[in-house]
């Protein structure tokens, strides 16, 4: 167990049989399971504690966001919010990342940005929603890397019932990607549907 600083591993990390493989178990007879054959389980790594410093935390990588190191990755705004996408196609039809401008967290976001998010999760997931290919969207928190408050947005392909649920992030990097031509427009026309609720299109 890899320590720094004297941190105590918790009871559920003292349990964890680390260095041992588990067993694959029921996930992969679930029909939304992506992959088949022989397939191992990594072994459980040693616990790091305490936990490596985040991009934009005290010890970390500067914040991108805050940086401006975003490119043209942020393909709309307003004066609080941001939708990025990247300008590299992805295996879904749509991936989009939504953050507040402002650097927060989700456990310290203001009062008034709080009572925003739920509506920016529906004007998105609308926005993303109103593209041909796209059958629902789905929305994730996963915060490992960034302190930068970000939700995930990707789009399940319309009619691709085997890919719905929590392996559709497996299957954005298993599939080929989307033609570059198709995605600089899906890019163009959300970022135009974004804006017609108000803020500006960052993007031609």
């Not at 992969?28 to 992959?35: I, T």
């Not at 609080?80 to 990342?97: D, H, Y």
């Not at 939504?98 to 926005?127: C, F, K, N, Y």
Request: glycine share 12%.
């Amino acid at each position: 167990m890899t320590r720094r600083g004297g941190e105590q591993p918790s009871a559920y990390l003292r349990r964890l049989p680390i260095g041992r493989r588990l067993a694959l178990g029921e996930v992969a007879n679930s029909d939304l399971f992506p992959l088949e054959g022989e397939i191992l389980v990594k072994p459980l790594e040693p616990p790091i504690l305490p936990e490596p410093p985040r991009r934009g935390e005290p010890g970390g990588d500067p914040c991108p966001v805050c940086a401006g190191k975003l490119g043209n990755f942020v393909v709309w705004r307003d004066e609080r919010w941001g939708l990025g996408i990247a300008s590299e196609p992805s295996g879904l039809p749509m991936v989009a990342v939504l953050q507040p401008l402002a650097h927060h967290d989700l456990e310290d976001l203001p009062v008034e940005l709080t009572g925003e998010l739920g509506s920016m999760i529906q004007r998105v997931a609308r926005a993303i929603g109103r593209l041909d290919a796209v059958g629902r969207v789905h929305v994730n928190r996963w915060g490992d890397g960034s302190q930068h408050f970000h939700l995930w947005f990707l789009a399940r392909p319309k009619g691709m019932w085997q890919m719905r649920g929590a392996m559709l992030a497996v299957w954005d990097d298993l599939l080929p990607g989307v033609p570059e031509e198709e995605w600089h427009e899906a890019r163009r026309l959300v970022a135009a549907a974004m804006a017609e609720e108000g803020g500006a299109v960052l993007v031609e």
